[in-house]
């Protein structure tokens, strides 16, 4: 599985025009599942994505995770919004080819098991739409902008 996450300070997700998640301080987090993927990446993913030290401590070093950062009186939010374009291979022509990409009825089950698994161990989710056309407002923090990859063993 694939994510880039981006330290905000402020994001939302619109759907035809209306706000379907948003948060305060916290990640914006681009989830996307490739062929081969199951839940186990998904976990771990999500497991270094809540223990990833970014956030500054009194002394303003990237030391704090999530979890242990007091983002506005409170941990910072996890905002979640599925994109198999980060699934993209460039390599070849102007055109980037999307075939690592999972299956859209893949995707869907390990998009919704990864947000399930954030919800239970975090208490700010909110998420985009899964395959909607979704329009992204943020305000990166830093700018602090992060790419993950765990890939299936084997």
């Not at 948003?22 to 270094?48: H, R, T």
């Not at 983002?71 to 374009?85: I, Y």
Request: proline residues 5%.
């Amino acid at each position: 599985m694939h994510a880039l996450l981006q330290r905000v300070k402020y994001a939302r997700v619109e759907v035809q025009g209306e706000v379907v998640g948003q948060i305060g301080p916290g990640f914006l987090v681009l989830v996307c599942a490739e062929l081969g993927d199951a839940e186990a990446q998904a976990d771990k993913l999500l497991a270094k994505i809540l223990k990833l030290r970014v956030f500054g401590d009194a002394q303003g070093k990237m030391n704090l995770s999530l979890q242990n950062w007091d983002g506005a009186g409170s941990v910072g939010g996890l905002l979640v919004v599925s994109q198999f374009t980060l699934a993209a291979d460039t390599s070849c022509g102007n055109r980037p080819s999307f075939s690592d990409a999972a299956a859209p009825a893949d995707g869907k089950r390990l998009y919704d098991y990864f947000v399930d698994r954030a919800r239970a161990l975090h208490p700010i989710v909110q998420t985009g739409t899964f395959a909607a056309d979704m329009q992204v407002e943020l305000v990166n923090d830093g700018p602090v902008t992060i790419p993950m990859r765990v890939v299936p063993a084997g």
